[in-house]
């Protein structure tokens, strides 16, 4: 099975890259943050739970977070692969999704993280803000409590693949169809290895 992450800042356009990405290679496309946003959506406790802390801009719990993603990825049953958006955001959860892929003598395959600078993610987030109706893109404070989370908490995460020689890093910003050529790129190579 193939098992990319997409990572990199809020903004940064895992979301639209994945979605491409999905449809292309035929992956499964597992967004935690869409994930809370459906529960949200139906009301449910987890999703008012989630609430209180993405209003904040702040994690969820990794429990929380890996218990929704196991259950997602169970009702989905068997798939070519999976690319991760938005997940793993943490150490902790980096090392449960090992420990998950273990279990079926998986891995993760790639981690590729999209870079672009600060200033233009609080911009693209802003203007993502107008239409998609989404609070925590509306207020700066929350875009940059999420930055500051996404500094200290999420960034650690590609420092612990590429320890494993599993973690690259290409450019975010530019040409949408230029930046999924490059990650397009990327795959090709791992789907040739597998
Ligand atoms: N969130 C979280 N864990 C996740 C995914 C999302 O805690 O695994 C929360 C967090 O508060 C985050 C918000 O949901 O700021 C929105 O996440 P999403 O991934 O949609 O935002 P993006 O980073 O893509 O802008
Ligand atoms: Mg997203």
Same mark, same amino acid.
């Given at each position: 099975m193939i098992n990319l992450v997409l990572f990199g $800042? $809020?903004?940064?356009g895992k979301g639209t890259q994945a979605k491409k990405l999905a449809e292309k290679y035929g992956l499964l496309h597992i967004s935690t943050g869409d994930l809370f946003r459906k529960e949200i959506g139906d009301k449910s406790e987890l999703g008012l739970l989630a609430t209180s802390y993405i209003q904040k801009g702040e994690l969820v719990p990794d429990e929380v977070t890996i218990g929704m993603l196991k259950a997602a990825l169970a009702r989905h049953g068997s798939t070519f692969g999976v690319i991760y958006d938005?997940? $793993?955001?943490?150490v902790d959860q980096a090392k449960a999704l090992d420990e998950m892929l273990e279990e079926s003598e998986d891995e993760i395959d790639v981690l590729i993280s999209l870079k672009v600078e600060d200033k233009e993610i609080i911009e693209r987030i802003i203007k993502r803000g107008e239409s998609s109706g989404r609070a925590d893109d509306k207020d700066e404070a929350i875009i940059q409590s999420r930055i500051e989370v996404y500094k200290k908490e999420t960034q650690p995460v590609y420092a612990y693949y590429d320890a494993h020689d599993k973690a690259l890093t290409i450019k975010g910003s530019g040409d949408i169809d230029e930046i999924f050529e490059s990650l397009c790129a990327v795959i090709d190579q791992v789907t040739v290895e597998e």
């Open positions: $800042p $809020p903004g940064s938005g997940f $793993p955001r943490t």
